[in-house]
């Protein structure tokens, strides 16, 4: 006898929507069932996690999903995925591969439950675990669906900025007699190639690349796929990280009128919003590229700033780091992060003209784990620093201390007039280069020596507090001057 009991759980604890309870028995061989269930209204995602018992007696159960155009005779299969997968979603814009994505009409539908073996004797017992997604959900959501790559904490390198075939990234074709829209394949086996924890795909104002982070996360189970989209606007480019609802761009048109049309949208999709490579052109060299907005922005609204984008750390000209203390200097707290902007995944080496290989620079995050949700609220939190060249062995980390008190980069620290705060960094891979302290946008020369001259070194230092608000960062330089790391502040007296 077969059988279907359906059961609602409260879903704020990340528990399942709906749980089908059902069995098969012998005489369910080489039979196909439907299981109902209600899609309400307002869903945009359907992930469904399938168990069933009998698999040591050879029973098999095949999986597959019809939508409501699928009743009475109607073809409206979604998706099959034979017994492959245990696991599945699908969106309105992505799905598990072996499904189609679309739209999530409400109303009923059925698991299609394919028998190819199953004893006369035996009894199976099934559970299907179901839960609803909703516009706004963070892309992180229902957590079953992303597992953290690793869950200790740690230092989780990165690169927030690429575009593949979504949008405008190109490379060489097979013969190499051409360029192509470049498969989103060889962005991610570059990134793994490199040794990165994470990488956000950030296409033109799309999110088509989400499909193909469905089919290529799980195999890449030490690459955290991050999907984003950089919002590319005449009037400045930013990036959107960790959701992919749909948003509208269009500023200057009726519906969008101004940038803080846009940030508002971003906010109701609890994404993370980073301004990019802020001092560019914006004319026909690069149109848009630059942060030329026509109205006042509300930058509260704003959680990070691409301060090295490329190469461009370098350029005293195209730096995005006076614009981003610029900003520090008006009691912002926004997070430094870098950017490849990587446009060729198979470019090995900087390009004339400025194109750089994923991972040049590379955002490193102190992270509780390496998971979506993880590293982006380690990003809002500043935990943040940019390795300008991109060298994995390379690590930093700069810790104010007053009082009892601890503050990492991102971190503030109350220091009362005439209090001592005491500063540590550590640094790893950088022998022969030096620690620079900057507070406030200015050069602070402290007492004693900022040079480190072994693989792993500590550096120390006092800054005596007037009591007021402050922010201190550090960088570290090459002998030759060159800038190697950029630190994230520590917020005094906020």
């Given at each position: 006898?077969w059988?279907?009991?359906?059961?609602?759980?409260?879903?704020t604890?990340?528990?399942?929507d709906?749980v089908l309870?059902?069995?098969?028995q012998?005489?369910?061989?080489?039979?196909?069932r439907e299981?109902?269930?209600?899609?309400?209204?307002?869903?945009?995602?359907?992930?469904?996690?399938?168990?069933y018992s009998?698999?040591?007696?050879r029973?098999?159960?095949d999986l597959?999903?019809e939508?409501?155009?699928g009743?009475?005779g109607?073809?409206g299969?979604?998706?099959?995925?034979?017994?492959?997968k245990?696991?599945?979603?699908?969106?309105?814009?992505?799905?598990?591969?072996s499904f189609a994505?679309?739209?999530?009409?409400?109303?009923?539908?059925?698991l299609l439950?394919?028998?190819?073996?199953?004893?006369?004797s035996s009894?199976?017992?099934?559970?299907?675990k179901?839960?609803f997604?909703?516009p706004?959900?963070?892309a992180?959501?229902?957590a079953?669906?992303?597992?953290?790559q690793?869950?200790?904490?740690?230092?989780?390198?990165g690169d927030?900025h690429?575009h593949g075939?979504?949008s405008?990234?190109?490379?060489?074709t097979?013969s190499?007699?051409?360029?192509?829209p470049c498969p989103?394949v060889f962005t991610?086996?570059?990134?793994?190639?490199?040794?990165?924890d994470f990488?956000?795909?950030?296409?033109?104002n799309?999110?088509?690349?989400?499909n193909?982070?469905?089919e290529?996360?799980?195999?890449?189970d030490h690459?955290?796929?991050i999907?984003?989209?950089e919002i590319?606007?005449?009037q400045?480019?930013?990036?959107?990280?960790?959701?992919?609802?749909?948003l509208?761009?269009?500023?200057?048109s009726?519906a969008v009128?101004?940038?803080?049309?846009?940030?508002k949208q971003?906010a109701?999709?609890?994404?993370?919003?980073?301004?990019?490579?802020?001092i560019?052109?914006?004319d026909?060299?690069c149109?848009?590229?630059?942060w030329?907005?026509a109205?006042?922005?509300d930058?509260?609204?704003v959680?990070?700033i691409e301060?090295v984008?490329?190469?461009?750390?370098?350029?005293?000209?195209?730096?995005?780091?006076?614009?981003?203390?610029?900003?520090l200097?008006?009691?912002?707290?926004l997070?430094?992060?870098?950017g490849?902007?990587?446009?060729d995944a198979?470019?090995?080496?900087?390009?004339p003209g400025g194109s750089?290989?994923i991972?040049l620079p590379?955002?490193?995050v102190?992270?509780e784990?390496?998971s979506?949700?993880?590293?982006?609220?380690a990003?809002?939190a500043?935990h943040?620093?940019?390795?300008?060249?991109g060298?994995p062995?390379?690590?930093?980390?700069?810790v104010a201390s007053?009082?009892?008190?601890e503050?990492?980069m991102g971190?503030t620290?109350?220091a009362p007039?005439?209090?001592a705060?005491?500063?540590t960094?550590?640094?790893?891979g950088?022998?022969g280069a030096h620690?620079?302290?900057i507070v406030?946008?200015?050069?602070?020369?402290p007492?004693?020596d900022l040079?480190?001259?072994?693989a792993?070194?500590a550096l120390?230092?006092?800054?005596p507090?007037?009591?007021?608000?402050?922010?201190?960062?550090?960088?570290?330089r090459a002998?030759?001057?060159?800038?190697?790391?950029?630190g994230n502040?520590v917020?005094l007296n906020?």
């Amino acid at each position: 006898m077969w059988l279907a009991v359906l059961s609602v759980a409260c879903a704020t604890d990340g528990a399942p929507d709906v749980v089908l309870h059902g069995s098969l028995q012998g005489s369910d061989n080489h039979s196909y069932r439907e299981v109902p269930f209600d899609v309400p209204a307002g869903v945009n995602r359907i992930t469904v996690q399938f168990e069933y018992s009998g698999r040591e007696e050879r029973t098999t159960i095949d999986l597959g999903l019809e939508d409501p155009s699928g009743f009475h005779g109607q073809q409206g299969l979604r998706g099959w995925t034979g017994g492959s997968k245990q696991l599945f979603t699908v969106g309105a814009i992505d799905a598990t591969p072996s499904f189609a994505p679309g739209p999530i009409q409400p109303g009923r539908w059925n698991l299609l439950l394919g028998v190819p073996n199953i004893r006369a004797s035996s009894n199976s017992a099934f559970t299907a675990k179901i839960w609803f997604g909703h516009p706004g959900d963070p892309a992180w959501l229902p957590a079953v669906l992303n597992p953290p790559q690793r869950k200790e904490p740690g230092w989780y390198r990165g690169d927030l900025h690429m575009h593949g075939a979504h949008s405008d990234g190109s490379c060489p074709t097979q013969s190499g007699e051409g360029k192509a829209p470049c498969p989103l394949v060889f962005t991610v086996e570059d990134a793994s190639r490199r040794g990165l924890d994470f990488i956000a795909l950030s296409d033109h104002n799309t999110v088509s690349q989400a499909n193909d982070i469905r089919e290529l996360q799980p195999y890449y189970d030490h690459l955290l796929l991050i999907p984003a989209r950089e919002i590319t606007t005449f009037q400045g480019h930013a990036n959107l990280f960790g959701t992919i609802e749909p948003l509208d761009f269009r500023i200057g048109s009726k519906a969008v009128p101004d940038w803080n049309a846009v940030l508002k949208q971003a906010a109701d999709l609890h994404a993370l919003f980073s301004i990019n490579h802020p001092i560019r052109p914006n004319d026909e060299t690069c149109m848009g590229c630059g942060w030329t907005p026509a109205q006042p922005v509300d930058m509260h609204l704003v959680q990070a700033i691409e301060a090295v984008n490329g190469m461009d750390a370098l350029s005293p000209i195209y730096s995005g780091i006076p614009f981003w203390e610029a900003q520090l200097n008006k009691g912002l707290h926004l997070t430094g992060i870098g950017g490849s902007d990587n446009h060729d995944a198979k470019l090995a080496l900087p390009a004339p003209g400025g194109s750089t290989p994923i991972g040049l620079p590379t955002t490193v995050v102190h992270a509780e784990e390496l998971s979506m949700r993880a590293i982006l609220e380690a990003i809002r939190a500043g935990h943040v620093f940019i390795d300008v060249q991109g060298r994995p062995g390379r690590a930093f980390d700069f810790v104010a201390s007053q009082g009892g008190r601890e503050a990492e980069m991102g971190d503030t620290l109350a220091a009362p007039r005439g209090a001592a705060v005491q500063v540590t960094m550590h640094a790893k891979g950088l022998d022969g280069a030096h620690a620079q302290i900057i507070v406030d946008g200015k050069e602070y020369v402290p007492t004693g020596d900022l040079s480190i001259h072994s693989a792993e070194q500590a550096l120390s230092f006092e800054w005596p507090s007037d009591g007021g608000r402050h922010w201190m960062r550090a960088n570290v330089r090459a002998a030759d001057g060159a800038l190697l790391i950029v630190g994230n502040p520590v917020y005094l007296n906020e």
